[in-house]
């Protein structure tokens, strides 16, 4: 007793400090209940980063830039008329975007063709053309930078967005968009789903087609919209290819122009379509 009440005493005079008394359940449960907060916030935030940036890690432009959004200025000729750095994201040029399919007589709102439900076993790749044809008359074959080859109109000038490739008139009033899609989408059909969902926020839109051109999930998708455009005072066309190389790589090859010229963009379209391969 007379030890305790001395301990006591040395206590009460500022000789030295109590020693804590040991944790209660109730502090317990609570850093544990902070400590799986902790966890979820991770958890949310990384799932966060793989829906922005795509399950590869490449910036996340999904299913790859829309013409019109923004209505940003014309991509301007690169410095080095060379291929933008790896990783980088397509930033929308005056249009970049997802482009559409060919206009039927009623505009659907609802695409033509649903994803089949088993993969194909083999993809159906999409140019058609065979290595080393001749490109139709008034197209030159160029064998671009980027790694590939396609025909595109004589006389059109290559200019570098991002990790966009195009081709564009000398009036800069049509081009051809080409890129890569590293977007979490796994079909062509998917990826153009996607880019549908984003070009109908456009003023104007109208939907013209969204269709798979095969029976395969792999088979390329084609999709085709209009939208009123205030950097050109009128109405744009798009006709988006969606496609898988004979790499595995997915491909969007777009041809954006005035959206009374349909017949003279897909011609376009065609061309670069079928005489497109790996370089």
Do not use: N
Not at 42 to 65: E, I, Q, T
Request: hydrophobic share 30%.
């Amino acid at each position: 007793m007379s030890d305790g009440g001395a301990e006591q005493r040395e206590w009460a005079d500022g000789g030295g400090a109590p020693p804590p008394p040991p944790p209660s359940v109730g502090d317990a449960r609570r850093g544990l209940r902070v400590a799986a907060v902790a966890v979820v916030l991770c958890a949310a935030l990384a799932f966060a980063g793989w829906v922005a940036f795509g399950s590869d890690g490449k910036a996340g432009y999904r299913a790859g830039p829309v013409p019109g959004v923004g209505d940003s200025s014309v991509p301007r000729p690169s410095e080095t008329d060379g291929v933008s750095p790896d990783g980088a994201s397509p930033a929308p040029g005056e249009e970049s975007g997802t482009p559409t399919s060919t206009p039927s007589d009623v505009p659907s709102d609802t695409p033509s063709a649903s994803p089949s439900g088993s993969p194909a076993q083999s993809p159906s790749l999409s140019p058609s053309a065979s290595p080393g044809a001749s490109p139709p008359a008034g197209f030159r074959t160029e064998d671009d930078p980027a790694g590939f080859t396609l025909a595109v109109p004589d006389g059109w000038r290559r200019t570098v967005e991002g990790p966009s490739v195009f081709y564009t008139s000398s009036d800069q009033a049509t081009m051809v968009q080409i890129f890569e899609l590293h977007g979490p989408e796994q079909t062509p059909y998917e990826s153009a789903q996607e880019a549908e969902r984003i070009a109908s926020r456009q003023r104007g839109y109208e939907q013209i087609t969204l269709e798979r051109t095969g029976q395969g999930a792999m088979d390329p998708a084609e999709l085709e919209y209009t939208y009123d455009s205030e950097k050109y005072g009128g109405s744009r066309r798009v006709l988006d290819h969606r496609f898988t190389a004979s790499d595995g790589t997915m491909y969007a090859v777009l041809v954006i122009g005035p959206g009374d010229d349909r017949a003279g963009q897909q011609e376009i379209q065609r061309a670069a379509v079928d005489s497109f391969r790996l370089s």
